[in-house]
């Protein structure tokens, strides 16, 4: 079992590499070894592209190895033909007669039907190892499968006396709490989640792009912005349709839809988070970053919609202001970033 968890753990890590480009797909990492040497390795690298274990079995070169070899894989391969045909299908077609898999798959498409299928063909499977790391590796696509709404992080930064946000200010630009590399990284996670959202208050006040410039991959994440009443200035960064944006407004306000800007319709403020998951899943988004204002992550945190809230704690102080989101979560990491402390919390 150390010798099969070694080779799933290398999975996970392959599988890392394809985060925040595989959507709506999950991270998928697989390793082919033979005589306890890796002879073939690969992950999924984005949607409509070939699955781990194909690109894991392409790099083989010897392939009559094959046979007397080991597949491993962090998540169940599929049974069911998509943009690409089953994985099950192609280990069994290759004679690789021993599976060892990470995590059953709970998306309704495959969930043990690819094991039955190597089963039936007389592989012999082992299932569950370092199960809990890979359901963590795809939380984002088991939560949106399974809760029918995206993995939902909130992320904010406060003062070192617990302010968000100074007295209101005429400048339309953003007040900087966190210092730049704690800014990296926040530019970073955007990279690597499938949606971004803010509420009308912070377009009014910062006029953010929340786009990807401080990090090196351009795959900005999709726009998403409430604003029921309008107020949002016409010249704001966010509605320039350089990016897929998604304005929620109210139906006397919805306006055309084009390519790159979507105007979808919330008439009531009651449970207005609810309702705000509900269009994102419509929408196949699997995972959000809910960067503000603090009346807007209130709501979800008020209402039990979040997964992991990100602080940033600055050497600031503001001593008036808006205060900072109140949250009961547990925490699970702490570092340092130069002058900052980032905090990361679980929801339970």
């Not at 392409?58 to 049974?79: G, Q, R, W």
């Not at 094991?115 to 088991?142: P, S, T």
């Not at 970053?289 to 992550?297: A, M, N, R």
Request: glycine share 6%; charged share 25%.
């Amino acid at each position: 079992m150390t010798t099969h968890k070694k080779y799933i753990k290398r999975c996970i890590q392959l599988a890392k590499n394809g985060l925040g480009t595989t959507y709506p797909n999950p991270l998928v990492g697989s390793v082919i070894v033979h005589n306890n040497k890796i002879i073939g390795e690969g992950w999924h690298h984005q949607s409509g592209k070939p699955h781990a274990e194909v690109n894991a079995i392409a790099s083989v070169e010897d392939i009559s190895l094959l046979k007397d070899a080991t597949i491993y894989v962090s998540l169940e391969p599929c049974s069911h033909f998509g943009k690409t045909p089953p994985c099950s299908d192609l280990i069994i077609e290759k004679g690789i007669r021993k599976v060892v898999i990470g995590t059953i798959d709970t998306f309704a498409k495959v969930s043990g039907a690819g094991i039955q299928r190597l089963m039936n063909a007389g592989c012999d499977v082992i299932v569950g190892v370092l199960e809990n790391e890979c359901l963590e590796l795809n939380k984002r696509f088991f939560t949106f499968h399974n809760k029918k709404r995206p993995y939902i992080i909130l992320k904010w930064a406060e003062t070192t006396d617990g302010y968000i946000a100074p007295v209101s200010t005429n400048k339309r630009e953003p007040v900087w709490i966190t210092n730049t590399y704690s800014r990296q990284i926040v530019h970073k996670w955007r990279a690597e989640e499938q949606a971004i959202l803010v509420g009308s208050k912070t377009v009014i006040k910062d006029n953010p792009k929340l786009t990807i410039r401080d990090w090196t991959d351009q795959h900005h994440p999709i726009r998403i912005v409430i604003d029921r009443s309008g107020k949002i200035p016409k010249n704001s960064a966010i509605l320039d349709q350089s990016v897929k944006t998604i304005v929620i407004t109210s139906e006397k306000l919805k306006k055309v839809n084009s390519n790159t800007l979507i105007y979808e319709v919330v008439d009531s403020q009651e449970n207005i988070s609810e309702k705000i998951c509900e269009i994102l899943y419509k929408h196949n988004i699997q995972s959000v970053i809910i960067e503000g204002g603090s009346y807007t992550i209130q709501s979800f945190i008020n209402k039990n919609l979040w997964d992991e809230a990100r602080v940033f704690k600055g050497n600031a102080t503001f001593e008036a202001g808006i205060k900072a989101p109140d949250h009961k979560g547990n925490l699970i990491s702490e570092q340092r970033i130069m002058t900052d402390t980032l905090k990361i919390y679980q929801n339970d």
